[in-house]
């Protein structure tokens, strides 16, 4: 029985969103069991997946929360 977790910070696909949609979330759950299906013969009914959203201030990367982190590789880009 596979469990998968995708952990997603809370901001949307577009800007004026600020969470992945209910829509976006179900295609994600559909293609990676499907995927454990076609690679490693897992049926569908005993795939789990769970999808934790983060806010954004509770994510970092390189060292520094990711809006700063992403400020800086803008002025260096």
């Known amino acids: ?3 998968v977790t995708i952990d997603l910070t809370r901001e949307g696909s577009t800007p004026e969103r600020d ?3 209910a829509e ?3 295609e994600l ?16 009914e005993a795939t789990f997946v769970v999808i934790n959203e983060v806010p954004l201030q509770n994510w ?6 990711v809006e700063q982190y992403r400020a800086q590789r803008q ?3």
Request: hydrophobic share 45%; proline share 9%.
């Open 19 to 21: 969470t992945v949609t």
């Open 60 to 65: 970092g990367w390189g060292g520094l929360p």
């Open 29 to 44: 759950i559909r293609a990676v069991s499907e995927l454990l299906r076609d690679v490693l013969g897992k049926p569908l």
């Open 24 to 26: 976006e979330k179900a």
């Open 1 to 3: 029985m596979p469990v």
């Open 75 to 77: 002025l260096e880009g």
